[in-house]
Nanobody, 115 residues
Framework: QVQFVESGGGWVQPGRSLYLSCTGS????????MGWYRQAPGKQRELVGF???????NYADSVKGRFTISRDNAKNTVSLQMNSLKPEDSAVYYC?????????WGQGTQVTVSS
């Protein structure tokens, strides 16, 4: 299976933007759908959205219109552009295969949205 390393998180004020990146240890070109997930303290991990090759992303209602997923198979990367961030977007963000994630997850990247 492919291992993932997420980066780009940090602290931002509400309304601002962040760009997250995820790099696979191997080729992701054979993975049909790649997803971004997040987990807030005390909550279960949830799907943020996913992308298929040559297609646009599909998003959870809570982020639709604000978040955009892209992938670059040549660079083994999947990205998440997050705009108009809200405090409820605060969580650790992960990437993994969708809909059946690999059993091994990366360390994730923390996103904190607060004033």
């Amino acid at each position: 299976q492919v291992q993932f390393v997420e980066s780009g998180g940090g602290w931002v004020q509400p309304g601002r933007s962040l760009y997250l990146s995820c790099t696979g240890s191997g080729s992701i070109s054979s993975i049909y759908a790649m997803g971004w997930y997040r987990q807030a303290p005390g909550k279960q991990r949830e799907l943020v959205g996913f992308i298929i090759p040559g297609g646009s992303g599909n998003y959870a209602d809570s982020v639709k219109g604000r978040f955009t997923i892209s992938r670059d198979n040549a660079k083994n990367t999947v990205s998440l552009q997050m705009n108009s961030l809200k405090p409820e977007d605060s969580a650790v963000y992960y990437c993994n295969r969708y809909p059946v994630p690999f059993t091994s997850w990366g360390q994730g990247t923390q996103v904190t949205v607060s004033s």
